[in-house]
Protein backbone atom coordinates (compact mmCIF):
# COMPACT_ATOMS: atom_id res chain seq x y z
CA UNK A 1 0.00 0.00 0.00
CA UNK A 2 2.63 2.03 0.69
CA UNK A 3 4.74 1.36 -2.45
CA UNK A 4 1.65 2.50 -4.42
CA UNK A 5 0.91 5.37 -2.42
CA UNK A 6 4.61 6.40 -3.37
CA UNK A 7 4.60 5.95 -6.74
CA UNK A 8 0.56 7.87 -6.53
CA UNK A 9 2.42 11.05 -5.29
CA UNK A 10 5.71 10.51 -7.64
CA UNK A 11 3.00 10.67 -10.16
CA UNK A 12 1.02 13.55 -9.04
CA UNK A 13 3.91 15.97 -7.37
CA UNK A 14 4.88 19.24 -9.46
CA UNK A 15 8.50 19.82 -10.26
CA UNK A 16 10.80 21.05 -12.57
CA UNK A 17 13.76 18.59 -13.20
CA UNK A 18 12.04 15.52 -15.28
CA UNK A 19 14.17 13.01 -14.70
CA UNK A 20 12.08 10.54 -16.65
CA UNK A 21 8.66 9.53 -17.70
CA UNK A 22 5.89 6.61 -16.33
CA UNK A 23 2.97 5.67 -18.63
CA UNK A 24 3.67 9.15 -20.21
CA UNK A 25 3.33 10.75 -16.89
CA UNK A 26 6.44 13.01 -16.49
CA UNK A 27 8.16 12.35 -12.62
CA UNK A 28 10.54 15.10 -11.34
CA UNK A 29 13.34 15.22 -8.67
CA UNK A 30 11.19 16.56 -6.61
CA UNK A 31 8.07 14.55 -7.12
CA UNK A 32 10.28 11.45 -5.97
CA UNK A 33 11.95 13.03 -2.98
CA UNK A 34 8.56 14.32 -1.91
CA UNK A 35 6.91 10.85 -2.49
CA UNK A 36 10.67 8.94 -0.85
CA UNK A 37 10.23 10.91 2.35
CA UNK A 38 6.17 10.66 2.76
CA UNK A 39 6.61 6.40 2.27
CA UNK A 40 9.46 6.91 4.97
CA UNK A 41 7.78 8.54 7.36
CA UNK A 42 4.68 6.92 7.50
CA UNK A 43 6.72 3.37 7.49
CA UNK A 44 8.57 4.55 10.79
CA UNK A 45 5.37 5.86 12.30
CA UNK A 46 3.60 2.12 11.45
CA UNK A 47 7.20 0.64 11.91
CA UNK A 48 6.93 2.64 15.95
CA UNK A 49 2.99 1.70 16.32
CA UNK A 50 3.95 -1.80 15.85
CA UNK A 51 6.72 -2.00 18.37
CA UNK A 52 4.81 -0.51 20.87
CA UNK A 53 1.45 -2.57 20.22
CA UNK A 54 3.44 -5.78 20.32
CA UNK A 55 6.02 -4.89 23.11
CA UNK A 56 3.33 -3.51 25.74
CA UNK A 57 0.65 -5.37 27.24
CA UNK A 58 -2.72 -4.38 26.57
CA UNK A 59 -3.45 -3.63 30.18
CA UNK A 60 -0.26 -1.29 30.21
CA UNK A 61 -1.73 0.85 27.18
CA UNK A 62 -4.79 0.73 29.24
CA UNK A 63 -3.28 2.36 32.21
CA UNK A 64 -0.88 4.48 30.56
CA UNK A 65 -3.84 6.21 28.46
CA UNK A 66 -5.82 6.85 31.59
CA UNK A 67 -2.84 8.39 33.09
CA UNK A 68 -2.92 10.67 30.28
CA UNK A 69 -6.37 11.44 30.78
CA UNK A 70 -7.91 10.24 27.55
CA UNK A 71 -11.61 9.82 27.55
CA UNK A 72 -13.28 6.47 29.20
CA UNK A 73 -14.99 5.96 25.93
CA UNK A 74 -11.62 5.95 23.42
CA UNK A 75 -9.71 4.10 26.33
CA UNK A 76 -12.83 1.41 26.39
CA UNK A 77 -12.76 1.43 22.48
CA UNK A 78 -8.84 1.05 22.07
CA UNK A 79 -9.20 -1.90 24.21
CA UNK A 80 -12.25 -3.90 23.01
CA UNK A 81 -10.51 -3.46 19.20
CA UNK A 82 -7.67 -5.03 20.18
CA UNK A 83 -9.28 -8.30 22.51
CA UNK A 84 -11.89 -8.29 19.70
CA UNK A 85 -9.45 -9.05 16.83
CA UNK A 86 -7.06 -11.50 19.06
CA UNK A 87 -10.75 -13.63 19.75
CA UNK A 88 -12.07 -12.97 16.09
CA UNK A 89 -8.46 -13.98 14.88
CA UNK A 90 -8.93 -17.13 16.82
CA UNK A 91 -12.45 -17.61 15.62
CA UNK A 92 -10.99 -17.47 12.15
CA UNK A 93 -8.19 -19.61 12.29
CA UNK A 94 -10.58 -22.61 13.81
CA UNK A 95 -13.21 -21.66 10.89
CA UNK A 96 -10.31 -22.03 7.96
CA UNK A 97 -9.15 -25.57 9.83
CA UNK A 98 -12.76 -26.46 8.96
CA UNK A 99 -12.29 -25.34 5.78
CA UNK A 100 -9.36 -26.94 4.77
CA UNK A 101 -10.11 -30.40 6.32
CA UNK A 102 -12.22 -30.51 3.51
CA UNK A 103 -11.66 -28.82 1.27
CA UNK A 104 -7.73 -29.79 0.69
CA UNK A 105 -8.76 -31.70 -2.94
CA UNK A 106 -10.66 -28.80 -4.21
CA UNK A 107 -8.94 -27.20 -7.33
CA UNK A 108 -8.14 -23.69 -6.92
CA UNK A 109 -11.00 -21.85 -8.40
CA UNK A 110 -13.21 -23.67 -6.08
CA UNK A 111 -11.52 -22.88 -2.99
CA UNK A 112 -11.46 -19.10 -4.28
CA UNK A 113 -15.55 -20.13 -4.39
CA UNK A 114 -15.50 -21.38 -0.94
CA UNK A 115 -13.56 -18.68 1.11
CA UNK A 116 -15.62 -16.00 -0.49
CA UNK A 117 -18.50 -17.96 1.07
CA UNK A 118 -16.52 -18.54 3.91
CA UNK A 119 -16.26 -14.63 4.83
CA UNK A 120 -19.91 -14.41 4.98
CA UNK A 121 -20.12 -17.06 7.83
CA UNK A 122 -17.46 -15.22 9.10
CA UNK A 123 -18.99 -11.81 9.24
CA UNK A 124 -21.70 -13.80 10.71
CA UNK A 125 -19.78 -15.12 13.52
CA UNK A 126 -18.44 -12.21 14.21
CA UNK A 127 -21.91 -10.31 15.17
CA UNK A 128 -22.62 -13.34 17.53
CA UNK A 129 -19.02 -13.51 18.63
CA UNK A 130 -19.37 -9.66 19.84
CA UNK A 131 -22.76 -10.16 21.30
CA UNK A 132 -21.46 -13.02 23.94
CA UNK A 133 -18.54 -11.10 24.84
CA UNK A 134 -20.54 -8.15 26.14
CA UNK A 135 -22.88 -10.32 27.22
CA UNK A 136 -20.04 -11.92 29.36
CA UNK A 137 -18.58 -8.28 30.28
CA UNK A 138 -21.96 -7.23 31.46
CA UNK A 139 -22.62 -9.99 33.49
CA UNK A 140 -19.47 -9.21 35.31
CA UNK A 141 -20.38 -5.47 35.93
CA UNK A 142 -18.94 -3.64 32.83
CA UNK A 143 -20.02 -0.35 32.50
CA UNK A 144 -18.42 1.44 29.94
CA UNK A 145 -15.01 1.70 32.01
CA UNK A 146 -12.57 -0.81 31.29
CA UNK A 147 -11.03 -1.93 35.10
CA UNK A 148 -7.36 -1.46 35.48
CA UNK A 149 -5.42 -4.87 36.28
CA UNK A 150 -4.46 -4.05 40.01
CA UNK A 151 -0.83 -5.43 39.06
CA UNK A 152 -0.86 -2.89 36.36
CA UNK A 153 1.22 0.49 37.96
CA UNK A 154 2.19 3.98 35.95
CA UNK A 155 5.80 3.78 36.26
CA UNK A 156 8.46 5.94 35.37
CA UNK A 157 9.87 3.34 33.18
CA UNK A 158 6.62 3.54 31.42
CA UNK A 159 6.80 7.67 30.98
CA UNK A 160 10.13 6.87 29.57
CA UNK A 161 8.55 4.56 27.00
CA UNK A 162 5.98 6.82 26.22
CA UNK A 163 8.26 9.37 25.73
CA UNK A 164 10.82 7.82 23.39
CA UNK A 165 8.04 6.51 21.31
CA UNK A 166 6.96 10.30 21.02
CA UNK A 167 9.84 10.90 19.99
CA UNK A 168 10.67 8.07 17.28
CA UNK A 169 7.46 9.51 15.97
CA UNK A 170 8.22 13.49 16.05
CA UNK A 171 11.65 12.42 14.03
CA UNK A 172 10.10 9.94 11.38
CA UNK A 173 7.29 13.14 10.69
CA UNK A 174 10.02 15.60 11.02
CA UNK A 175 12.62 14.32 8.54
CA UNK B 1 -23.88 -26.93 55.11
CA UNK B 2 -26.48 -25.18 57.02
CA UNK B 3 -29.59 -24.29 55.11
CA UNK B 4 -31.83 -21.61 55.78
CA UNK B 5 -35.23 -21.05 54.76
CA UNK B 6 -34.82 -18.07 53.29
CA UNK B 7 -35.54 -17.34 49.74
CA UNK B 8 -32.76 -16.25 48.03
CA UNK B 9 -34.29 -16.27 44.37
CA UNK B 10 -37.51 -16.68 43.25
CA UNK B 11 -39.04 -16.39 39.82
CA UNK B 12 -43.24 -15.66 39.26
CA UNK B 13 -44.89 -16.12 36.07
CA UNK B 14 -41.48 -15.58 33.97
CA UNK B 15 -42.12 -15.04 30.17
CA UNK B 16 -39.71 -15.40 27.60
CA UNK B 17 -39.94 -14.77 23.98
CA UNK B 18 -37.19 -15.13 21.29
CA UNK B 19 -37.55 -12.29 18.56
CA UNK B 20 -39.10 -14.49 16.02
CA UNK B 21 -41.49 -15.73 18.48
CA UNK B 22 -40.34 -18.52 19.72
CA UNK B 23 -41.54 -19.09 23.21
CA UNK B 24 -38.39 -20.32 25.21
CA UNK B 25 -40.03 -19.29 28.86
CA UNK B 26 -43.58 -19.44 29.43
CA UNK B 27 -45.03 -19.08 33.19
CA UNK B 28 -41.87 -20.30 35.37
CA UNK B 29 -42.50 -20.33 38.95
CA UNK B 30 -39.50 -21.23 41.21
CA UNK B 31 -38.05 -20.29 44.74
CA UNK B 32 -34.84 -21.31 45.21
CA UNK B 33 -33.67 -21.14 49.01
CA UNK B 34 -30.43 -20.01 50.88
CA UNK B 35 -27.06 -22.95 50.87
CA UNK B 36 -29.41 -25.34 48.47
CA UNK B 37 -28.10 -27.13 45.38
CA UNK B 38 -30.44 -27.18 42.92
CA UNK B 39 -30.50 -28.98 39.30
CA UNK B 40 -32.01 -27.65 36.70
CA UNK B 41 -32.63 -30.27 34.04
CA UNK B 42 -34.98 -30.68 30.97
CA UNK B 43 -34.58 -31.28 27.24
CA UNK B 44 -32.45 -29.33 24.22
CA UNK B 45 -34.87 -26.34 23.66
CA UNK B 46 -36.09 -26.53 27.46
CA UNK B 47 -35.15 -23.24 28.38
CA UNK B 48 -32.62 -23.88 30.87
CA UNK B 49 -30.29 -21.70 29.26
CA UNK B 50 -32.37 -18.76 28.79
CA UNK B 51 -33.81 -18.98 32.44
CA UNK B 52 -29.79 -18.71 33.79
CA UNK B 53 -29.96 -15.38 31.04
CA UNK B 54 -33.09 -14.41 32.25
CA UNK B 55 -32.56 -14.22 35.99
CA UNK B 56 -29.38 -12.18 35.44
CA UNK B 57 -30.75 -9.71 33.14
CA UNK B 58 -29.28 -10.37 30.09
CA UNK B 59 -31.99 -11.00 28.18
CA UNK B 60 -35.58 -9.62 28.60
CA UNK B 61 -38.39 -11.26 30.53
CA UNK B 62 -41.78 -10.37 31.40
CA UNK B 63 -42.74 -11.68 35.00
CA UNK B 64 -40.65 -11.06 38.55
CA UNK B 65 -37.57 -12.36 39.17
CA UNK B 66 -36.57 -11.37 42.73
CA UNK B 67 -33.10 -11.82 43.86
CA UNK B 68 -32.45 -11.77 47.62
CA UNK B 69 -35.53 -9.63 48.18
CA UNK B 70 -34.68 -7.26 45.21
CA UNK B 71 -36.77 -7.32 42.13
CA UNK B 72 -35.31 -7.05 38.60
CA UNK B 73 -35.69 -4.05 36.91
CA UNK B 74 -33.58 -1.76 34.97
CA UNK B 75 -32.05 0.19 38.38
CA UNK B 76 -31.32 -3.12 40.12
CA UNK B 77 -29.94 -5.45 37.83
CA UNK B 78 -26.29 -4.60 38.05
CA UNK B 79 -26.85 -5.41 42.43
CA UNK B 80 -28.32 -8.80 40.95
CA UNK B 81 -25.57 -9.39 38.63
CA UNK B 82 -22.98 -9.34 41.72
CA UNK B 83 -25.48 -11.56 43.37
CA UNK B 84 -25.89 -13.81 41.06
CA UNK B 85 -22.36 -15.15 38.93
CA UNK B 86 -23.03 -17.34 36.04
CA UNK B 87 -20.24 -19.28 34.06
CA UNK B 88 -21.64 -19.69 30.71
CA UNK B 89 -21.76 -22.98 28.56
CA UNK B 90 -19.11 -22.27 26.58
CA UNK B 91 -15.76 -20.92 28.34
CA UNK B 92 -14.49 -19.44 25.48
CA UNK B 93 -17.50 -16.97 25.75
CA UNK B 94 -16.26 -16.33 28.90
CA UNK B 95 -13.04 -15.54 28.93
CA UNK B 96 -11.77 -12.34 26.89
CA UNK B 97 -8.45 -10.93 28.75
CA UNK B 98 -5.13 -11.42 27.57
CA UNK B 99 -4.26 -13.28 30.88
CA UNK B 100 -6.21 -15.55 32.67
CA UNK B 101 -5.49 -13.38 36.07
CA UNK B 102 -6.26 -10.14 34.66
CA UNK B 103 -9.74 -11.99 33.60
CA UNK B 104 -10.24 -13.21 36.70
CA UNK B 105 -9.81 -10.08 38.40
CA UNK B 106 -11.69 -7.65 35.37
CA UNK B 107 -15.09 -8.79 37.67
CA UNK B 108 -14.22 -7.66 41.18
CA UNK B 109 -12.24 -4.41 39.57
CA UNK B 110 -15.59 -3.39 37.49
CA UNK B 111 -17.29 -3.95 41.15
CA UNK B 112 -14.85 -0.83 42.54
CA UNK B 113 -13.23 -3.11 44.56
CA UNK B 114 -9.90 -2.11 46.23
CA UNK B 115 -6.69 -2.79 44.65
CA UNK B 116 -5.52 -5.38 47.28
CA UNK B 117 -9.16 -6.63 47.44
CA UNK B 118 -9.15 -7.55 43.51
CA UNK B 119 -5.87 -8.91 44.28
CA UNK B 120 -7.01 -11.02 47.26
CA UNK B 121 -10.14 -12.20 45.29
CA UNK B 122 -8.40 -13.33 42.18
CA UNK B 123 -5.69 -15.23 43.96
CA UNK B 124 -8.33 -17.06 46.33
CA UNK B 125 -10.41 -17.51 43.03
CA UNK B 126 -7.31 -19.22 41.06
CA UNK B 127 -6.30 -21.40 44.20
CA UNK B 128 -10.36 -22.86 44.63
CA UNK B 129 -10.53 -23.50 40.93
CA UNK B 130 -6.13 -24.87 40.96
CA UNK B 131 -5.48 -22.46 38.26
CA UNK B 132 -2.81 -20.10 40.36
CA UNK B 133 -0.01 -21.74 38.16
CA UNK B 134 -2.13 -20.78 35.31
CA UNK B 135 -2.75 -17.12 36.23
CA UNK B 136 -0.02 -15.70 33.58
CA UNK B 137 -1.31 -17.65 30.67
CA UNK B 138 -3.28 -16.72 27.32
CA UNK B 139 -6.88 -18.79 28.21
CA UNK B 140 -7.06 -19.04 24.47
CA UNK B 141 -4.36 -21.66 24.67
CA UNK B 142 -5.42 -23.45 27.83
CA UNK B 143 -6.78 -27.08 27.20
CA UNK B 144 -10.86 -26.98 27.66
CA UNK B 145 -10.90 -28.06 30.79
CA UNK B 146 -8.57 -25.55 31.95
CA UNK B 147 -10.73 -22.93 30.22
CA UNK B 148 -13.66 -24.43 32.11
CA UNK B 149 -11.77 -24.28 35.47
CA UNK B 150 -10.54 -20.42 34.20
CA UNK B 151 -13.90 -19.43 33.57
CA UNK B 152 -15.31 -20.79 36.83
CA UNK B 153 -12.66 -18.67 38.59
CA UNK B 154 -14.37 -15.56 36.94
CA UNK B 155 -17.25 -15.94 38.58
CA UNK B 156 -16.12 -17.10 41.89
CA UNK B 157 -13.78 -13.57 42.58
CA UNK B 158 -17.01 -12.08 42.40
CA UNK B 159 -18.32 -13.43 45.33
CA UNK B 160 -21.82 -14.12 44.17
CA UNK B 161 -24.80 -15.76 46.96
CA UNK B 162 -25.71 -17.87 43.85
CA UNK B 163 -23.71 -19.82 41.68
CA UNK B 164 -25.46 -20.63 38.11
CA UNK B 165 -23.76 -23.10 35.79
CA UNK B 166 -24.45 -23.85 32.30
CA UNK B 167 -24.00 -27.25 31.18
CA UNK B 168 -20.71 -27.52 33.41
CA UNK B 169 -19.69 -30.75 32.49
CA UNK B 170 -20.32 -30.54 28.59
CA UNK B 171 -16.69 -31.14 26.39
CA UNK B 172 -15.13 -32.22 29.54
CA UNK B 173 -12.92 -35.69 29.37
CA UNK B 174 -13.81 -38.16 32.18
CA UNK B 175 -10.98 -37.07 34.51
CA UNK B 176 -11.45 -33.08 34.03
CA UNK B 177 -15.34 -33.54 34.82
CA UNK B 178 -14.67 -35.78 37.55
CA UNK B 179 -12.66 -33.24 38.86
CA UNK B 180 -15.32 -30.69 38.64
CA UNK B 181 -17.94 -33.15 40.18
CA UNK B 182 -15.19 -33.05 43.43
CA UNK B 183 -14.52 -29.15 43.35
CA UNK B 184 -18.46 -28.65 43.78
CA UNK B 185 -19.25 -31.14 45.77
CA UNK B 186 -16.42 -29.58 47.95
CA UNK B 187 -17.85 -25.71 47.39
CA UNK B 188 -19.39 -24.20 49.94
CA UNK B 189 -20.58 -20.75 51.14
CA UNK B 190 -22.69 -19.94 48.10
CA UNK B 191 -26.03 -21.23 46.61
CA UNK B 192 -25.68 -23.64 43.08
CA UNK B 193 -27.92 -24.10 40.17
CA UNK B 194 -26.73 -26.44 37.79
CA UNK B 195 -28.55 -26.22 34.36
CA UNK B 196 -27.14 -29.80 33.01
CA UNK B 197 -27.81 -32.87 30.88
CA UNK B 198 -25.56 -34.52 33.23
CA UNK B 199 -27.97 -36.37 35.73
CA UNK B 200 -24.60 -38.56 36.86
CA UNK B 201 -23.44 -35.20 37.64
CA UNK B 202 -26.90 -34.28 39.28
CA UNK B 203 -26.88 -36.91 41.42
CA UNK B 204 -23.78 -36.53 42.96
CA UNK B 205 -23.88 -32.81 43.37
CA UNK B 206 -27.55 -31.42 44.26
CA UNK B 207 -30.02 -31.84 46.41
CA UNK B 208 -32.92 -30.72 44.58
CA UNK B 209 -34.29 -30.81 41.05
CA UNK B 210 -36.63 -28.51 38.62
CA UNK B 211 -37.45 -30.29 35.50
CA UNK B 212 -37.89 -27.64 33.05
CA UNK B 213 -40.09 -27.68 29.64
CA UNK B 214 -40.73 -24.25 28.88
CA UNK B 215 -42.43 -24.09 32.73
CA UNK B 216 -41.37 -25.99 36.00
CA UNK B 217 -42.94 -29.36 35.16
CA UNK B 218 -41.78 -31.54 38.35
CA UNK B 219 -39.74 -29.93 41.79
CA UNK B 220 -38.61 -32.04 44.05
CA UNK B 221 -35.84 -34.17 45.89
CA UNK B 222 -32.81 -35.71 43.84
CA UNK B 223 -33.31 -39.12 44.39
CA UNK B 224 -37.35 -38.73 43.63
CA UNK B 225 -37.22 -37.37 39.87
CA UNK B 226 -34.21 -39.20 38.83
CA UNK B 227 -36.19 -42.35 39.63
CA UNK B 228 -39.12 -41.13 38.06
CA UNK B 229 -38.03 -43.45 34.78
CA UNK B 230 -41.84 -42.31 33.38
CA UNK B 231 -41.61 -38.94 34.17
CA UNK B 232 -37.90 -38.83 32.69
CA UNK B 233 -38.93 -40.32 29.69
CA UNK B 234 -41.56 -38.22 28.88
CA UNK B 235 -39.35 -35.52 28.54
CA UNK B 236 -36.17 -37.37 26.73
CA UNK B 237 -34.43 -37.67 29.43
CA UNK B 238 -32.90 -40.90 30.56
CA UNK B 239 -32.04 -42.52 34.13
CA UNK B 240 -28.47 -41.56 35.08
CA UNK B 241 -26.04 -44.18 34.15
CA UNK B 242 -25.04 -45.41 37.43
CA UNK B 243 -29.07 -45.99 38.17
CA UNK B 244 -29.15 -48.00 35.14
CA UNK B 245 -27.89 -52.01 34.34
CA UNK B 246 -24.96 -51.39 32.14
CA UNK B 247 -25.53 -53.13 28.64
CA UNK B 248 -22.57 -53.84 26.61
CA UNK B 249 -23.12 -54.38 22.83
CA UNK B 250 -21.96 -57.67 22.48
CA UNK B 251 -24.78 -58.73 25.31
CA UNK B 252 -27.67 -60.93 23.76
Partial sequence: MLLVLGVFIALRAEGDE???????????????TTAGTTVVRLLAVACASLLFTLLVPMSH?????????????????????????????ADARRLMEGVRARSAALPLPRRIIVASRI????LVRAVSRSERMADAMTARHFDGRIPLHPTQRWVVRDTVSVVLTLVVIFFALLY | ??????SLLACHDLHCSYPDGTVALDGVDLTIHAGERVALIGPNGAGKSTLLRAIIGLIPSDGDIIVGGTKLTGRTVRDIRQRIGLVFQNPDDQL??????????????????????????THRALDAVGMRDQAH????????????RAA????????????????PSSNLDPAHRRDLIRWIQQEEGCTLLLATHDLDMVAETCDRVLLLS??????GATRTILTDNTLLAAYGLEAPLGLQQLRFRADP
Fill in chain 1, 18 to 32: ILFRMLGVPVTTEAL
Fill in chain 1, 61 to 89: IVAGLRALRLPQAMIAVTWLTERFLVLLA
Fill in chain 1, 119 to 122: SGTF
Fill in chain 2, 1 to 6: MAESHE
Fill in chain 2, 96 to 121: FSPTVEEDVAFGPAALGCSRDNVVER
Fill in chain 2, 137 to 148: RNPLQLSYGERR
Fill in chain 2, 152 to 167: IATVLSMRPAILAMDE
Fill in chain 2, 214 to 219: RHIVAD
